[in-house]
């Protein structure tokens, strides 16, 4: 058969079909890429993350200082450059960190979940229940401090999984039970 | 490696058996071979400035002592290198100091392949691999038994994994005493003994050719067995090198390198004159570019595939043979491609995804068809795949891989400074696959079946805040297909489609709805492909497929992952 044959032609993608379910993920001017509905993580999370991150903050303020001194002691001022690497780092590091924090969210729908995380670089994963393959649970020393817990998601895709930071440990212990609930009601085959 | 299964070893009545009494020497051999290569690689230069008689008789008494060892080890390690299939799975029991246990439970047995390198070829031997459901190294190799004792062991294997093993004694015979059945057959044949030819005729009594014993024999060997159940392809020597000679990329790419390596050694002689380390620094790109013209020629020669209740069994092979099994129903995404000048023959390559089998190698068990005509792609596809969902899935995977990209409706990037994407990438959603064309003069097109898709992501970034679009990552059980730089409310609108899909089809629950290959097993006509209208492509696809006239896939088969 020719390839010009009228009946060849591929049906229209359904760019707007009209039968499609509605749009499940909102892109609204101004605010981020599927914001609405989602449900925060803990706020204490942004406390976990300043505690988490104090090695990292000393580091740079030490290096800081250390190009700094360098540049004085050794009188070639470019010395003094080298220091915006680890002051920019620790700096966005302070300032963004709540913004990243309420960044992060999540809705469990009715069949799948949705995790929204990133501010600039934003990523909206949406896992149907039935294809979850493992869900992990990891408490580390200072999410523990603060009651939280980490959720890890994987599917049969090659991949790290998804993961949910920030959530109170008893949410956390919900979500696996539901996960696992309604992955083995509504069990997908690969 | 695999799920850790119940320990096999209290399982009575499954004998375990050890390999074939050769294997060491086929083992051993690559031992000494690597040694040789890792020790001259480094020091060629000098070993032949420094070359005296008595220098290269030490090194034949070494090199002698080296093989000696390596023989005793791999002698060793064959001695403790046990296998049984029993009505559980395969187990694989190795090691000498610390002693592993690989185990390949039944239900999660994707394929058996046979695998047979050129000198394992010419001693008799094969290596049978099982492929397990999972990601990464997740098979179980049984190296190396005899070919006739490997075709046992792989309908054997398929037997348990299909859960039809309530006479798994005569499913697994045992090495001394074969039943009589394709494994004996096999091996007559193999051995080329005149008793073969009654047990091949009675094996081809259903393909109408009894007369033809001697034919049917030639077959048997040249084939490696694969002649039962419905060819599907067979690949003429003639058309694989016209298919090669017509590939510019593989062209150009043989041609750069030989044109480079040239290049190099005048210049290195123009600079500095003759050096034995020039020849050294090349020999890399001197053996690469031989050895993958080889492997594209091997990975296509004596091409063979046919269809049987087991799935698709495919043969080829020049030195290195290899026979694959693939089960339909278990594709989780299609690749077609066409290079620019196998157009006029129409020819296309098919590769398949399949969970748990990697295509790392050349000439790997996923690709289903290495060059094929239009209808050996229209019986690939039907028999493997579940329908696209349009009238004539055939001419529309034509239209799509003929037509320009700019001509498809499709979805395609909004941003006219992605000159290239927007005239070469364009994704359609059809009823039963999202398809992805992309290459400008090697086309190829990536088909991902709606019902496989495990999760979707969508990515943003200030740059695509700009621009006003977004990308999609749709994730199967394998690698992603990323359909990139999409408008914003497009990307939005596929994703609910797909996400739908994603949660509602093949669900366990419906098993009995779900999406099967249009093209029936043995025998019986293909249902009429669905009369679903082109224009309702947000339907799912299990309310428009005629399900009831296909055996479909065993369900208790089925990986419960």
Do not use: C
Not at chain 1, 58 to 84: E, M
Not at chain 2, 88 to 103: K, L, P
Not at chain 2, 473 to 480: F, I, P, Y
């Amino acid at each position: 058969m020719t390839s010009s044959a009228p009946d060849a032609r591929p049906p229209l993608p359904t760019a707007t079909p009209h039968d499609a379910p509605p749009t499940e993920v909102s892109d609204a001017p101004g605010a981020r890429l599927g914001e609405q509905g989602l449900q925060p993580v803990s706020p204490k999370l942004v406390p976990a993350r300043y505690l988490a991150g104090i090695p990292g903050y000393v580091i740079g303020v030490l290096l800081t200082i250390g190009a700094i001194v360098a540049a004085v002691l050794t009188g070639w001022w470019w010395l003094g450059l080298t220091a915006i690497v680890p002051l920019a780092l620790v700096v966005q590091g302070l300032a963004l960190t709540p913004r990243r924090v309420r960044a992060i969210g999540y809705r469990e729908g009715e069949e799948d979940l949705t995790v929204a995380l990133g501010i600039m670089f934003r990523s909206v994963h949406t896992i149907p229940y039935g294809r979850v393959q493992s869900v992990k649970i990891d408490e580390g020393p200072v999410d523990r401090r603060y009651g939280l817990a980490k959720l890890t998601l994987s599917t049969a895709h090659d991949g790290a999984g998804v993961t949910l930071p920030g959530l109170p440990k008893d949410e956390a212990e919900r979500l696996r039970a539901l996960l696992t609930a309604r992955g083995v009601e509504l069990m997908a085959a690969l | 490696m695999t799920a850790p299964g119940p320990d096999p070893d209290p399982v009575p009545g499954a004998p375990r058996h050890r390999t074939h009494p050769i294997t060491p020497l086929v083992t051993g051999w690559k031992v000494v071979v690597g040694i040789i290569a890792v020790l001259t690689a480094q020091n060629i230069a000098q070993l032949a400035n420094e070359f005296t008689i008595r220098r290269a008789l030490i090194g034949l008494g070494i090199l002698l002592v080296v093989v000696l060892v390596a023989i005793v080890l791999s002698a060793l390690s064959w001695w403790f290198t046990t296998y049984a299939v029993d009505e559980d799975g395969v187990s694989v029991h190795s090691g000498m100091i610390s002693r592993s246990r690989e185990y390949a439970p039944r239900a999660r047995i994707e394929s058996v392949s046979i695998e047979r390198p050129l000198l394992a070829r010419l001693l008799g031997l094969a290596k049978v691999r099982v492929e397990v459901a999972g990601g990464g190294e997740s098979y179980l190799d049984i190296e190396y038994v005899s070919s006739a004792r490997a075709e046992e062991l792989r309908l054997g294997i398929l037997e348990v994994a299909a859960g039809t093993s309530a006479a798994s004694s005569s499913a697994v015979p045992v090495e001394g005493a074969p039943a009589d059945g394709t494994g004996a057959e096999a091996r007559a044949a193999l051995a080329g003994g005149p008793t073969a030819g009654s047990s091949a005729a009675a094996d081809h009594q259903d393909s109408g050719d009894a007369a033809r014993e001697h034919g049917g024999r030639l077959e048997e060997v040249l084939y490696d067995g694969v002649t039962d159940g419905e060819l599907i392809a067979r690949i003429p020597t003639e058309r694989l090198v016209r298919s090669l000679v017509r590939d510019l990329g593989f062209l150009t790419g043989i041609v750069m390198s030989v044109v480079g390596v040239v290049v190099a050694v005048l210049l290195a002689l123009w600079q500095e004159g003759f050096s034995i380390a020039i020849l050294v620094a090349l020999a890399p790109t001197a053996i690469a570019v031989p050895k993958y013209v080889f492997g594209r020629i091997d990975s296509g020669w004596g091409f063979v595939s046919r269809f049987s209740e087991r799935g698709l069994r495919m043969r080829r092979g020049l030195a290195n043979t290899r026979t694959d099994n693939i089960a339909a129903g278990r594709i989780q995404r299609f690749d077609l491609r066409r290079p620019f000048l196998w157009r006029g023959p129409g020819w296309t390559a098919v590769s398949a995804t399949v969970a748990g089998i990697d295509d790392d190698d050349e000439n790997g068990a996923t690709s289903v068809l290495p060059v094929g005509t239009r209808e050996e792609l229209r019986q690939t596809l039907g028999r493997l795949s579940a329908p696209l969902g349009t009238d004539d899935d055939l001419a529309t995977l034509e239209h799509l891989l003929t037509a320009r990209a700019r001509d498809l409706p499709g979805l395609r990037t909004p941003v006219r400074w992605y000159w290239i994407a927007l005239r070469t990438e364009v994704s359609i959603l059809l009823p039963g696959a999202l398809v992805h064309r992309s290459g400008l003069v090697s086309r190829k097109l990536s088909i991902v079946p709606r019902e496989r898709i495990q999760e979707l992501r969508l990515e943003d970034d200030p740059l695509a805040r700009r621009l006003g679009v977004l990308d999609l990552h749709v994730e199967g059980a394998g690698d992603s297909l990323l359909l990139e730089n999409l408008r914003r409310d497009d990307a939005l609108a596929v994703h609910a489609v797909l996400a739908a899909d994603a949660r509602t089809l093949r669900r366990y629950r419906d098993r009995e709805s779900w999406p099967r290959p249009a093209l029936a097993p043995v025998g019986t006509a293909a249902p009429t492909p669905g009369s679903d209208p082109a224009s309702a492509p947000g339907n799912a696809p299990e309310q428009e497929r005629p399900a009831a006239s296909v055996p479909g896939p065993r369900p208790d088969g089925q990986e419960t992952r």
